[in-house]
């Protein structure tokens, strides 16, 4: 356990009452501590390293899904159409324009340092070669090829950290129940249920020994208890074929290295110190061709850097269609990525989170050493921007991607007062960033702010 100390005061526990009380309120105390700091790995967290300073990630998902541009597994799973129905689409998935060399070089010009790949969704359908079960692109589709050994491949020589996403549950396996969410196939027949879990261990040994991913995407653990996954078996597994490997936070409590909320841009940072958000380019996570609501190159680069203020990463997906060919509006964005991170790069991967809102009215991020505040535009300020409670001397500001100097200065600062004064810096309008205008504030020392209610004057 972490070295800590308790103030037993501040749990309202009377521990002169007797030494009964005090062992009570020590147990409280420390199931609350455990339960507080367990949810998440904290295991050699220098492995953690390329993660944090990655900041971008492309999720993608592909799959059958993407022939009738429906809902990935939860088409049949719902109802919305039979699992019969479903399967068929497997006769017209063709990855015949598939081309991952053209894939990595997208991902990396977006700025991407990272990519996960649907591996296998819940539907049960094995975009590999696997050797667990016949259901893959590889044995039942006009495809006939492994779809992930060339990605995996294409990435690792454009320098993109691999990322396999899989699902721990299976609609399609013949020891899994599709049709409840209930957890009886455990409690009622634990050794079909373990013939499950030694099948998902078998195609995760494929995967790791073929690829030996960086990462693992795991999702689909809300059906079953980690123990009945068996998750502490299969990450000391996994950590045997890669010591490094990366596991995010849905193989259940206690087991992942970072959290994953979804869609929902937080508004608050996440409890986790590392953490992404997923979020789809349009509404949907596979390729929907109906689906035209993408979201504009401008709102996602405002998400982006929302996670770059909080100190996480964005991992942002688009869906192939059934060739392999990425959509024209998903390759759009990834393009006006690249035009933004490559002018921005400093303001982005060497940084980390920001400081509190409240002091300027927009998202910032700081460098390592916290002597550089970024401050990251998506609009035009009026006369001059104001920071508030800055108690550190501003050194320089310059436009990140072109290198103009601003001008700053301070007012309202009284030489007898602890309290800051307002600092100014003017922009004028020429410096502005079609998308998002990045300032970087170079500070005389670490970034130290006042975040006091104020004062009176009592003696002028």
Not at 276 to 289: F, H, K, P
Not at 377 to 398: F, P
């Amino acid at each position: 356990m972490p070295n800590f100390i308790l103030n037993l005061t501040n749990y309202d526990v009377n521990i002169s009452t007797s030494f009964k009380s005090y062992l009570l309120a020590l147990g409280i105390l420390t199931i609350f501590f455990t339960q507080s700091t367990a949810a998440f790995s904290q295991e050699t967290p220098e492995r953690m390293e390329w993660f944090a300073d990655a900041k971008l990630g492309i999720f993608i998902h592909w799959g059958i899904y993407s022939v009738n541009g429906i809902d990935e597994s939860w088409s049949f799973f719902n109802d919305y159409i039979s699992y019969d129905d479903y399967m068929k689409q497997l006769s017209g998935f063709t990855a015949s324009k598939y081309d991952p060399v053209k894939w990595a070089k997208l991902i990396k010009s977006s700025g991407a340092k990272y990519a996960v790949l649907t591996a296998k969704h819940h539907d049960g359908v094995a975009l590999w070669d696997t050797k667990a079960s016949d259901l893959s692109v590889v044995k039942k589709t006009p495809a006939g090829k492994d779809l992930v050994g060339p990605l995996m491949n294409a990435l690792e020589k454009e320098g993109i950290k691999k990322g396999i996403y899989f699902s721990v549950l299976d609609w399609s396996h013949p020891d899994y129940d599709r049709n409840t969410r209930e957890t009886f196939r455990y409690k009622n027949d634990p050794e079909r249920f373990r013939k499950f879990t030694d099948f998902n261990f078998a195609q995760l040994s494929e995967l790791s020994e073929q690829y030996n991913p960086d990462l693992y995407w795991f999702d689909g653990d809300w059906e079953h208890k980690p123990e009945e996954w068996r998750s502490a078996e299969l990450k000391k597994k996994l950590q045997n074929y890669n010591p490094n490997v990366i596991i995010n936070s849905r193989l259940g409590k206690g087991f992942g290295d970072y959290d994953t909320p979804e869609q929902g841009v937080p508004v608050t940072r996440p409890s986790s110190e590392f953490w992404e958000l997923c979020m789809t380019m349009n509404n949907s996570w596979g390729y929907q061709g109906n689906d035209d609501q993408y979201k504009s190159p401008s709102e996602l680069l405002r998400i982006f850097v929302d996670c770059l203020h909080m100190g996480g990463n964005l991992l942002m997906d688009f869906g192939p269609k059934p060739d392999g060919t990425i959509p024209e509006e998903a390759e759009n964005i990834l393009n006006e990525f690249g035009r933004w991170t490559s002018k921005h790069e400093s303001a982005i991967y060497d940084t980390q989170a920001g400081i509190p809102d409240g002091h300027v009215y927009a998202p910032t991020t700081l460098s390592k050493d916290k002597t550089i505040l970024y401050i990251y535009l998506d609009y035009k300020v009026n006369e001059s921007l104001a920071i508030k409670g800055l108690k550190n001397k501003i050194q320089r500001v310059w436009v990140v991607g072109n290198g103009t100097k601003l001008q700053s200065r301070e007012v309202g600062k009284m030489y007898w007062s602890a309290v800051p004064g307002m600092k100014y810096i003017d922009i004028p309008d020429n410096v502005y960033d079609k998308d998002i205008t990045v300032l970087a504030v170079l500070l005389d020392g670490p970034v130290d702010l006042y975040r006091e209610k104020g004062q009176v004057i009592e003696s002028n």
